[in-house]
């Protein structure tokens, strides 16, 4: 089977059903996405195939194979933090950091869309990833403090 | 290991339905079906998956002969960003953009909340409603089903073992107007405590359906009739609905405020 | 915010980005999960299939094969069988009664996670049912009860010549849901010993946990905690539970052991916050001051003692609210029953009765026509104003400072009198509550405990020495913050070490919002005794007295003349003496004094304060109940990080929200937990809340580092009493029930 992981070609063997996010994470390497429920219902597995959100715990592998992923290792570039990842860090969006990564691939699609950031369309467009801790307050701040910066 | 086959188109799906393979699960969008494989439900009864996520065949949407042509693999998110869905049904539309959050709208299809078929599924009572009509194919030939001959019991329907839901038609009515209310356990990421539907032809000849308030989802035939009598709609809903309580609400809400609803949307 | 900018120079009062947040942001940060130990196997458990029986015979199918499955039972126990905590009346594995569903009874490991899966599919475990009690009001056995009374001899009197109010409040189960779920790692030690990794707030709960079961002696255990998805008190006391597992197939095994639950096995199993029925009665002048009060309070405690003593007690110590009272009698049982035992939950006790006494507050202003703002303004505690337990409040007392600053920023006053007058199917209401929470321990508990904490000398720097855990609420932060400017290093040179028991100061569990407060000012003066030292040794190689040498940003400096760079001094200090490390006891504000018997005295060295404000609109169709606006304002003390301290609020704020909303567990007739799931035990989503007002207020506690006083907790105390106000506001019924589930709403709009 094939991916291209966060623009990196790779190969490997599995199980047709196993789930992208234990292929993610088990046969990739790559740890950054979590599982929090295995169900979609928490949104700690996000991740993007071909550019549109997913819970990697409910995609079959065999249903992304040749496919694009991006995964929170991809949302930095060259080393350097994306603008949403400074802004999480300079407003407080992440507290225990288990729902970070899948916040970050979400907010992340969000700014891609090129909806209006307002407060509405944040909340909605992160509706899928919960936080136990910090009330979404300063998520939503960090997002749309993200998106002033593009505009 | 369970295998699995990715058909790549209808020919080739319509290949492995022909072997009828014991256990055969059909993949579509998997926000149902690996729920369950996940938790490992039903695991040992599955034989065999039918991946069909990309068959062209089954994508698209189109607003042809009278009649909205939705293929069963249409997603939420095709669904709210359609122009013929914005144009001729908007109910539709807005009704994704409850389902689930973004994620979910992304790989839900409507062909999965139909074959699924959950009293809970949100679009259902909208199709019922609206008089759907349900294009199934196999091997053997197409057919045709009325949405509300499909739900033939909790989670049992008219789709035959070698069968696939092809697409869904809903007949376009000049003036008709199609409204309904999911009341959810929260504002996203939410399955319905109920969820009613109505589609006005005229002010006295409407069409009823509700979902979480029987073991299908349900058209509601006392209360279309009571409206068109002018009689007790209330009165009438309750012999339609048989509601249970369970871990969401309980049968005294669900026949309460399905009612209030019906109400509210009849105006 | 207000906000006191006293050091300008120093990281306290701001907020640098949290230092572990670039890992976070990134995914770099690892969790258990993402941790592998070469020739791991998976643990697994085997469970009660009822809630309370007798165990008869556990099964293994004869017919699997069980050849590379490692099996533990009660037998495997080298130790004591039981879960050291209080009482130690849990076993760590059932050998003979169960006393709840999901109740451990065996172990499996396996290399091979499908095997095992099915593996469990192989056993069955006999039980003999018996009949559960699950109702706490027939619970005849009584795990801890306390009485708090104040001038009771004039108790009967004032009922007799005041108003008299009644009403019973109820709250269910609340489940913590962090997001990551329990999850230990287990490696056996050549010595016999055991090394534990895990996602846990208390390290040295199972660092003594694991010497009890395991007979092991301090030094043959190490516990360190990773970085931890989440706890708000559900990984205060389990961790012993599934690191205990894991360590006795670890031994068995002679292999790494990984335990990670799923997340129903995780909701089923584990403790949840306590319910409770709360009976208030009170007597009350035609003016609104209150007079007297009665209470009656039992808590369920679920099948084990485990932490419910000091939940209930922290409960009954909050039961009169953050008011004046000349007459208090408080009573409080926690009770048996035969579900999973309930624990700590962010609040421990104190969400329960303050949802009772903010409700009741309601009651009474309803019943004499007086706005329940005004009601609670008059009444709230000020300096030189008593507790029930007899403390008299001598300093940072912010009750009625709270209420006006939330009473402004939500326009109460305004959207008191607008909405009053809604008609139509959707109804709108505005409601506030006022609540107070002690920070650290209950009475003599720190005094018993003793923490310790400290730092030591790096090359750069300092690093901070303590077990207390940043489970996402900052602690690697603030501690850095303090110690920065207590040695005058920038906050990049503090570094904080990792959290082993096998190297570590034990600074306490990290619970009862005691952190900050307790651990910090520990850490705070150790490095402040670091900093003296080293300016001692400055003085000397520089040749210039010692009490004008000073550092700031790093730099040594005398009469305003740079001398060196910290990390010079630092190097040369290493290499000559070796190390540096300072560890220092908690000190205890000698006047704060408690008696445990009596329960009499400062049961908390100091409060902090906070009033929430809400504003709902119900629909009167679905009796749905949407949050258009909250605000709150809470007294920190100091907020020494601000962004951090916004977040406790923020955060704590929506979890009450999701408790008095949303948040409802549904058991079956025998016991059985029926929502388990995230898709039917439903916590608030982005969509479900709104944008928050959040002001913190800086009233200094003399005592605390740099003026700081607890804060993690209070958030989770005031907002669902709020709610029920602007539900009474909006539809002229009192619901004194949470969740306002749209069931509660209409049978309480319908009657
Ligand atoms: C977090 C979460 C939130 C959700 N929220 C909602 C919600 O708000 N409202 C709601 O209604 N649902 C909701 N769902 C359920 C689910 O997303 C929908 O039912 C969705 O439409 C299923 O489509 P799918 O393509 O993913 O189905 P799948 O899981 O692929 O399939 C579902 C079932 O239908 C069968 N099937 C699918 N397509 C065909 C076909 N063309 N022919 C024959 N059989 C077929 C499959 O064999 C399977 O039995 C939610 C699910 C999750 C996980
Ligand atoms: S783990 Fe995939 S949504 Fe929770
Ligand atoms: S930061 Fe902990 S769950 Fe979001």
């Known amino acids: 089977m094939k991916l291209t992981v966060n623009g990196v070609p790779r190969s490997f063997e599995a199980p047709p059903l196993k789930r992208l996010l234990d292929v993610l994470r088990e046969d990739l390497g790559l740890t950054g996405t979590k599982e929090g429920c295995g169900e979609g219902e928490c949104g700690a597995c996000s991740v993007l195939i071909d550019g549109e959100l997913v819970n990697s715990c409910l995609v079959a592998v065999c249903q992304a194979d040749g496919c694009s992923v991006l995964t929170v290792e991809g949302v930095a570039r060259n080393g350097d933090l994306a603008p949403v990842q400074k802004c999480f860090l300079d407003r407080g969006g992440a507290q225990c950091g288990i729902c970070t990564p899948g916040m970050i691939v979400a907010a992340h699609r969000f700014l891609e869309c090129g909806l209006p950031a307002t407060n509405e369309n944040v909340r909605e467009a992160i509706a899928g990833n919960l936080c136990r801790c910090t009330g979404y307050a300063k998520i939503v701040e960090a997002i749309q403090l993200a998106a002033g910066q593009r505009s | 290991m369970i295998p699995v086959t990715s058909a790549r188109s209808l020919s080739e799906a319509y290949a492995i339905l022909h072997q009828r393979p014991r256990g055969l699960r059909v993949l579509a969008g998997g926000t149902d079906l690996m729920v369950a494989v996940n938790a490992r439900a039903g695991l040992d009864r599955i034989g065999h998956v039918l991946d069909i996520w990309k068959v062209p065949e089954l994508r698209g949407i189109s607003g042809a002969g009278g009649s909205l042509r939705i293929g069963a693999l249409t997603t939420y998110t095709e669904l709210m960003r359609s122009r013929e869905i914005a144009t001729h049904l908007p109910a539709l539309a807005l009704v994704s953009r409850e389902v689930g959050a973004w994620a979910i709208q992304n790989r839900g299809t409507i062909g999965g909340n139909v074959c699924n078929a959950s009293p809970a599924g949100d679009t259902l009572p909208l199709l019922l409603a609206a008089e759907a009509t349900f294009l199934l194919g196999g091997p053997?030939?197409?057919?045709?089903?009325?949405?509300?001959?499909?739900?033939v019991g909790y989670r049992k329907t008219a789709l035959g073992a070698d069968e696939l839901l092809l697409r869904v038609d809903i007949p376009l009515i000049e003036k008709s107007h199609l409204v309904y209310r999911k009341v959810g356990t929260r504002k996203a990421q939410s399955i319905s405590r109920t969820i009613v539907a109505v589609r006005k032809l005229a002010p006295r000849d409407v069409r009823i359906a509700a979902g979480c308030v029987a073991p299908i989802p349900l058209r509601c035939r006392n209360a279309e009739k009571a409206v068109a009598a002018g009689g007790d709609v209330r009165a009438a809903l309750e012999q339609d609905i048989t509601p249970i309580d369970d871990v969401r609400a309980t049968a005294v809400y669900r026949s309460r405020v399905t009612g209030n609803v019906l109400l509210r949307l009849l105006g | 915010m207000k906000h006191i900018e006293l050091e300008q120079q120093g990281a306290v009062g701001r907020s640098p980005p949290r230092k572990d947040g670039a890992d976070k942001v990134t995914g770099r940060a690892r969790y258990l999960d993402d941790l592998n130990f070469p020739g791991q196997l998976w643990g697994r458990t085997v469970r009660s299939h009822v809630a309370h029986g007798r165990i008869r015979e556990i099964v293994w199918d004869a017919a699997f094969d069980w050849t590379d499955v490692v099996r533990v039972t009660a037998a495997d126990i080298p130790g004591e069988n039981v879960v050291h905590l209080i009482e130690d009346d849990q076993p760590m594995l059932a050998a003979d009664v169960v006393r709840h569903r999901e109740e451990p009874i065996a172990l499996l490991a396996c290399a091979d996670r499908e095997k095992l899966e099915e593996a469990l599919a192989h056993v069955r475990v006999e039980i003999e049912e018996l009949e559960p009690v699950l109702d706490p009001l027939r619970s005849t056995v009584v795990f801890k009860s306390y009485r708090i009374e104040q001038a009771p001899q004039g108790l009967a009197q004032a009922f007799a010549d005041a108003r008299v109010i009644e009403g019973t409040y109820r709250v269910g189960h609340q489940e913590q849901m962090y997001i990551e779920p329990q999850a230990v790692a287990a490696i056996p030690r050549e010595d016999g010993g055991i090394t534990i990794y895990g996602s846990m707030q208390c390290p040295f709960y199972v660092h003594r946990a694991l010497q009890r079961l395991l007979r092991l002696d301090d030094s043959q255990v190490a516990v360190i905690q990773v970085v931890t998805g989440g706890g708000f008190g559900g990984k205060e006391d389990y961790p012993s539970v599934i690191s205990g597992h894991a360590a006795l197939l670890a031994r068995k095994a002679r292999r790494p052991v990984k335990m990670i639950y799923k997340r129903e096995e995780d909701v089923a199993a584990t403790t949840k916050r306590h319910p409770a029925v709360m009976k208030y009665r009170t007597a009350v002048e035609a003016d609104g001051t209150l007079v007297a009060l009665e209470a009656e309070i039992v808590m369920d405690g679920g099948a084990y003692v485990t932490l419910s003593p000091v939940v209930a007690s922290?409960?009954?110590?909050?039961?009169?609210?953050?008011?004046?009272?000349?007459?208090?009698?408080?009573?409080?049982?926690?009770?048996?029953?035969?579900?999973?035992?309930?624990?700590?939950?962010?609040?421990?006790?104190?969400?329960?009765?303050?949802?009772?006494?903010?409700?009741?507050?309601?009651?009474?202003?309803?019943?004499?026509?007086?706005?329940?703002?005004?009601?609670?303004?008059?009444?709230?505690?000020?300096?030189?104003?008593?507790?029930?337990?007899?403390?008299?409040?001598?300093?940072?007392?912010?009750?009625?400072?709270?209420?006006?600053?939330?009473?402004?920023?939500?326009?109460?006053?305004?959207?008191?009198k607008e909405y009053g007058r809604s008609v139509g199917e959707k109804r709108r209401g505005i409601g506030i509550?006022?609540?107070?929470?002690?920070?650290?321990?209950?009475?003599?508990?720190?005094v018993k405990l003793k923490p310790r904490a400290g730092v030591e000398l790096t090359d750069r720097g300092a690093r901070v020495l303590s077990v207390s855990t940043d489970i996402g609420q900052g602690t690697i932060t603030v501690f850095s913050q303090m110690a920065a400017d207590a040695l005058g290093l920038a906050l990049d040179d503090v570094e904080v070490a990792e959290n082993d028991t096998s190297k570590m100061p034990d600074s306490g569990p990290t619970v009862a919002s005691r952190t900050t407060m307790v651990v910090g000012g520990t850490i705070t003066r150790a490095a402040a005794a670091m900093a003296r030292i080293l300016q001692g040794y400055v003085a000397q190689v520089h040749d210039v007295p010692a009490a004008e040498v000073s550092c700031a940003g790093g730099i040594f400096s005398a009469r305003g003349r740079a001398l060196a760079p910290f990390a010079?001094?630092?190097?040369?200090?290493?290499?000559?003496?070796?190390?540096?490390?300072?560890?220092?006891?908690?000190?205890?504000?000698?006047?704060?004094?408690?008696?445990?018997?009596?329960?009499?005295?400062?049961?908390?060295?100091?409060?902090?304060?906070?009033?929430?404000?809400?504003?709902?609109?119900?629909?009167?169709?679905?009796?749905?109940?949407?949050?258009?606006?909250v605000s709150t304002a809470t007294d920190v003390g100091r907020a020494i990080h601000p962004v951090l301290a916004e977040g406790q609020v923020e955060g704590g704020t929506v979890q009450a929200l999701g408790y008095a909303l949303l948040e409802e567990h549904v058991w079956d007739q025998r016991g059985r937990l029926l929502n388990t799931r995230m898709q039917n035990y439903v916590i608030p989503t982005a969509l479900d809340v709104p944008r928050m007002h959040t002001t913190l207020l800086e009233n200094p506690y003399p005592s605390g580092p740099y003026g700081a006083k607890g804060l993690g907790e209070l958030p989770m105390d005031g907002p669902a009493p709020a709610v029920v106000g602007a539900v009474l506001h909006a539809t002229g019924k009192l619901i004194p029930e949470i969740p306002l589930s749209p069931d509660r709403v209409m049978r309480a709009v319908l009657s």
């Open chain 2, 140 to 151: 053997r030939g197409e057919r045709t089903v009325a949405a509300h001959e499909f739900f």
């Open chain 3, 314 to 416: 922290r409960g009954v110590l909050h039961a009169g609210g953050a008011y004046r009272w000349r007459h208090a009698r408080i009573d409080c049982r926690v009770v048996q029953t035969h579900t999973p035992p309930n624990g700590a939950f962010r609040g421990f006790g104190v969400p329960q009765t303050m949802f009772a006494i903010e409700s009741h507050m309601e009651r009474v202003a309803v019943a004499l026509g007086i706005d329940p703002l005004e009601l609670r303004r008059k009444n709230a505690l000020q300096i030189g104003d008593e507790l029930p337990t007899g403390q008299k409040l001598t300093s940072s007392v912010s009750a009625r400072e709270v209420l006006d600053v939330v009473a402004a920023r939500s326009d109460y006053a305004r959207k008191r």
């Open chain 3, 433 to 446: 509550s006022l609540a107070f929470h002690g920070a650290g321990f209950t009475g003599t508990g720190e």
């Open chain 3, 568 to 629: 010079a001094i630092a190097k040369r200090y290493l290499q000559e003496r070796g190390s540096l490390r300072i560890i220092e006891n908690y000190r205890h504000p000698p006047e704060i004094r408690f008696d445990d018997a009596t329960y009499r005295g400062d049961a908390y060295p100091c409060y902090g304060w906070a009033a929430t404000a809400v504003e709902v609109e119900v629909d009167l169709d679905t009796y749905e109940i949407s949050l258009l606006d």
